[in-house]
C-alpha cells in the first residue's frame, strides 16, 4: 500500500482507470479465494494478484483524498485574479511569525459560489489584533497569492510542505479586512479548540507564568506555538525535542495511568469490556485535543490495538500491532506516509522494539534502581538508532548528549504528566490551591533550566552534517541486516550486512566527487547582498551583513550542507569578479560604471542605484543584467520594463531565486 501512495504522489495517474483495474484484481482475487482456497499456498499468482490489490488501494486512497479532484474546488473555478470575496473557516491555527498570526482555513465559498479548497491566511499583527478560533467563519475580499518556492539553494521548500497539507495558495490581511459571520462550534476539533483555550484561562488565572504554560500545553494539549524560540532550539539541541511533540511515550504513560484508574472496573460484570471502552474513547479524546498530529494519531492507533488485544486476552505482537496501525492511517490519512512526525515515531518505535532487547542484554546490572536507569539508557539508545539517519537527513545535526538528558527527563516525564493532568482537571473545577501552582511551576522550571543546562554545551551539538536519502536508505539496510546478523549468526546475514556498509561507502565516495567544481551564486537576501565563490569544497562569501544577522542567517548554513561545504571564508563586497571566462561587473547606489577597461559580460545592480539603466546597457552592452534582493522593489520592476524593452535577458533574485553560474 506505501508503493501504491508513493505511485500516486509521484506520478500523474488516472484515478478512474486505477479504480476499475484494482475492482478487477479484487474480483479475481475474490474468485480464487472462493473456488481454489485449498490450492492457494501453490499459487504464486495469488501473492502477486494480492500485491498488486493493495497498491491499488494505496493509490485509490491517495486519490480521493486529493481535494483538487473534486469540481468545486476553487483552483477548478473561474477565479479571477485580482480580488475575490472568500468566505472560509479556520481549521487550524500555527505557530505565528514577528509579523502575523497564521492560520489553515477551509473555504466555503468564493464569490457567493459554492467552493472547497485550503488556504494559509497571514493577519498582520498589531495591538488590536486578535486571536481567532477554530470554526470561526469569516469572509473577506482579497487577491490569492501564490506561496513563494525556494529562492536560495537547498532552502527549505514550504511551498511543498504545504502542498502535502493541500494548501496552495495564501492571503495577505489586515484586522480591519476580516468580518466574522460565525463563532459558533460546528466540529468536533472546534470543540477541542474551545476545551484548551477553557483551559488555558484556567491556568492563567490560577497563576502561571508563560514560559511553564508554554510547555503545559505542548506536554498535555500538543499546542507547540507558544513556546519560546530559546526555549524550543535549546530541547533541540539537547535530543529531547521528542517530549514536546505528544507520541507515543506520553500516550503509554497516559494509558498506564488510565489503567490503574480504571482496574476497579475488572471486579464488575463485563467490567473487562467497559474499561476497555472507556480507555480507547478516552485515547481517541486526548487525540483530538491534542491536534491529531501525525505522531498522537500513531501512537493512539497503536495503543488502541494493544489496549484492545489485552482486553480480548490475545497475545499481541509488536511488529504486527505497528503494521495495523499503520495500515489504519495510510488507509485514511495517505500523506502523512510523508510527515517527518509520521516517521520518525515509526522508525524510533522499531529501533526500540528492534535493538534495545539487544543492547539490553550487554549487562546484567544487579541493583534495581541501576536496572531502570539502564533500560532508560538502552531505550534512549535504541531510538536514536531509529531516528538517527532520516533525523540526520532532515535536520542536519547530531546531539551528543542526548542520553545524559533522556535519562533525566524520562523518568520524570511521568510525574510530569500525571501531575499535570490533575492540575488540569482541578483548574477546570476552580480547586487548584496556589502551592500546586507554585510546585508544578518549579518542576516545569526546573526541567526547562535543566535543558538549557545540557544545551549549553555546544561542542557536544554536531552540526551541519551532509546526509543523503541514499545515504538514509543504505543506514537502514546496514541496521536492520546487523540485527539479523545477531539474531541468526549465518553467512546470509553478515554477506547483506557487509554489500550494505560497501553501498554506503560507494555514495559516500560519489557525493565526495560530486561537489567538486566550481560555482558562483549571488544569493538573494532581503536589504542585502550576498555573493559566493564556490571552489570545490571551499566557499568565499562577500557580503554586506552585519554581525547579528551574520550569526543568525540560515542562506550560507543551507548551502554549505546542501553542498558539503568544508570551509567557508568571509570577505567585503567587491565592484569587478572574474569567473571562468566571464566578468561581472556590480554597480551599487554609488552609480559608477563609466571609463572600464574591460567588457562585462554580466552586470549586478545592487543597493539601488539611481541611473539610467538604457544608458548603461548602450555603453557596456552586457549579456544580461541582475538584480538582488538589496535593490528597491519599485526600481527593480522598472529595470525590468527596461531589459525587455532592450531585449535582454533580466534576473531579479526576489522573484527569480539566486543567480547561479557553474
Not at 489553515?104 to 478560533?133: E, F, M, P
Not at 491534542?290 to 488502541?304: D, Q, Y
Not at 565592484?575 to 556590480?586: A, E, H, P, T, W
Request: charge should be positive; hydrophobic fraction near 45%; aromatic fraction near 14%.
Amino acid at each position: 500500500m506505501v508503493i501504491g501512495i508513493v505511485i500516486a504522489h509521484f506520478a500523474n495517474t488516472d484515478f478512474q482507470t486505477v479504480l476499475y483495474i484494482t475492482i478487477s484484481l479484487i474480483v479475481i482475487l475474490g474468485f480464487f479465494w472462493l473456488f481454489l482456497r485449498k490450492k492457494i499456498d501453490h499459487l504464486p499468482v495469488f501473492g502477486l494478484l494480492t500485491y498488486l490489490c493493495l497498491i491499488g488501494i494505496g493509490m485509490i486512497s491517495y486519490s480521493i483524498q486529493d481535494e483538487k479532484l473534486q469540481s468545486y474546488h476553487y483552483t477548478n473555478l473561474n477565479i479571477s485574479k485580482d480580488f475575490n470575496s472568500i468566505t472560509f473557516k479556520i481549521k487550524e491555527r500555527l505557530k505565528p511569525d514577528n509579523y502575523n498570526e497564521k492560520y489553515i482555513v477551509s473555504i466555503n465559498s468564493v464569490n457567493t459560489k459554492k467552493a472547497s479548497g485550503k488556504l494559509l491566511i497571514n493577519i498582520r499583527r498589531d495591538s488590536l489584533s486578535k486571536v481567532l478560533s477554530v470554526d470561526d467563519v469569516l469572509v473577506t475580499s482579497s487577491q490569492l497569492k501564490d506561496i513563494q518556492k525556494p529562492i536560495n539553494p537547498h532552502q527549505f521548500d514550504y511551498n511543498k510542505y504545504l502542498k502535502l497539507k493541500q494548501v496552495y495558495h495564501q492571503l495577505y490581511l489586515k484586522q480591519d479586512e476580516l468580518l466574522l459571520l460565525s463563532d459558533s462550534k460546528t466540529t468536533i476539533y472546534g470543540f477541542a479548540d474551545k476545551l484548551r483555550t477553557t483551559i488555558n484561562t484556567k491556568l492563567i488565572e490560577a497563576g502561571f507564568k508563560n514560559e511553564a504554560l508554554s510547555i503545559m500545553n505542548a506536554l498535555l494539549l500538543g499546542q507547540r506555538q507558544t513556546i519560546d524560540k530559546t526555549i524550543y532550539n535549546n530541547y533541540v539541541n539537547s535530543g529531547t525535542i521528542h517530549i514536546l511533540a505528544v507520541s507515543g511515550l506520553h500516550v503509554g504513560i497516559i494509558l498506564w495511568i488510565l489503567n490503574f484508574i480504571f482496574k476497579p472496573l475488572l471486579y464488575l460484570k463485563n467490567g473487562n469490556y467497559l474499561r476497555m471502552v472507556i480507555l480507547v474513547t478516552t485515547l481517541w479524546s486526548f487525540a483530538v485535543i491534542a491536534g491529531l498530529s501525525p505522531s498522537v494519531t500513531r501512537a493512539v492507533t497503536m495503543f488502541s490495538i494493544i489496549s484492545i488485544a489485552m482486553h480480548l486476552k490475545r497475545s499481541t505482537n509488536i511488529y504486527n500491532t505497528l503494521i495495523i496501525s499503520a495500515f489504519i492511517i495510510l488507509l485514511f490519512k495517505p500523506t502523512f506516509l510523508f510527515e517527518v512526525g509520521f516517521q520518525m515515531s515509526y522508525l524510533a518505535v522499531l529501533g526500540i522494539v528492534s535493538v534495545q532487547p539487544i543492547i539490553y542484554r550487554l549487562w546484567k546490572p544487579k541493583f534495581l534502581v541501576t536496572d531502570k536507569l539502564w533500560q532508560i539508557f538502552t531505550v534512549t539508545l535504541a531510538a536514536q538508532a531509529g531516528v538517527v539517519p532520516i533525523s540526520l537527513f532532515y535536520f542536519h545535526q547530531f546531539p551528543g548528549l542526548f542520553f545524559i538528558s533522556n535519562i533525566v527527563v524520562i523518568p520524570f516525564l511521568g510525574l510530569i504528566l500525571g501531575f499535570g493532568l490533575l492540575v488540569i482537571a482541578l483548574a477546570l473545577l476552580n480547586m487548584l490551591p496556589d502551592f500546586i501552582v507554585v510546585a508544578y511551576s518549579f518542576i516545569i522550571d526546573s526541567l526547562n533550566d535543566f535543558i538549557a543546562w545540557v544545551a549549553q554545551f555546544e561542542g557536544f551539538l554536531f552540526r551541519d552534517i551532509p546526509y543523503t536519502i541514499l545515504q538514509v536508505i543504505c543506514s537502514y539496510l546496514i541496521i536492520a541486516a546487523l540485527v539479523q546478523v545477531y539474531k541468526f549468526r549465518n553467512f546470509k546475514w553478515v554477506a547483506l550486512s557487509l554489500i550494505a556498509i560497501l553501498c554506503f561507502q560507494s555514495i559516500s565516495f560519489f557525493n565526495a566527487y560530486k561537489v567538486q567544481g566550481d560555482a558562483f551564486i549571488v544569493f538573494n537576501k532581503s536589504r542585502y547582498s550576498m555573493i559566493g565563490q564556490k571552489h570545490n569544497e571551499e566557499l568565499l562569501v562577500h557580503h554586506n551583513l552585519d554581525s547579528l544577522k551574520r550569526k543568525t542567517d540560515n542562506v550560507i548554513t543551507n548551502y554549505k550542507v546542501g553542498e558539503s561545504i568544508e570551509n567557508i571564508e568571509m570577505d567585503s563586497l567587491q565592484s569587478i569578479y572574474q569567473f571562468n571566462d566571464k566578468n561581472i561587473l556590480v554597480i551599487d547606489s554609488l552609480g559608477v560604471y563609466k571609463g572600464l577597461s574591460f567588457q562585462p559580460n554580466y552586470i549586478l545592480l545592487r543597493n539601488s542605484p539611481k541611473l539610467n539603466l538604457n544608458r548603461v546597457i548602450d555603453s557596456l552592452k552586457p549579456e544580461l543584467i541582475i538584480a538582488d534582493a538589496s535593490n528597491y522593489k519599485s526600481y527593480a520592476k522598472r529595470w525590468k520594463i527596461t531589459c525587455e524593452h532592450k531585449k535582454i535577458p533580466f534576473h531579479y533574485t526576489y522573484e527569480k531565486g539566486a543567480f547561479i553560474i557553474d
